[in-house]
């Protein structure tokens, strides 16, 4: 279940990633939706920080 999670956590930034770069090449810079992209990004990266670490805490990833 918790490789799962750090799974499509990852996947979720990287679909953000891909997305914040489309919204840059349309919309040039000029809209609220990168930035609302660049936090969804970091937020997954904490979640997935403190997966990881739980995970080695559990010794589930070990």
Not at 4 to 22: D, N, Q, R, V
Not at 32 to 51: D, E, N, P, Q, Y
Request: hydrophobic share 60%; aromatic share 8%.
């Amino acid at each position: 279940m918790l490789k799962a999670l750090i799974a499509l956590t990852f996947l979720t930034m990287l679909a953000s990633l891909a997305a914040g770069a489309g919204f840059l090449l349309r919309d040039h810079g000029n809209s609220r939706r990168l930035l609302t992209s660049l936090k969804l990004r970091v937020s997954m990266a904490g979640l997935l920080i403190l997966l990881l670490g739980y995970g080695f805490y559990i010794g589930d990833l070990a």
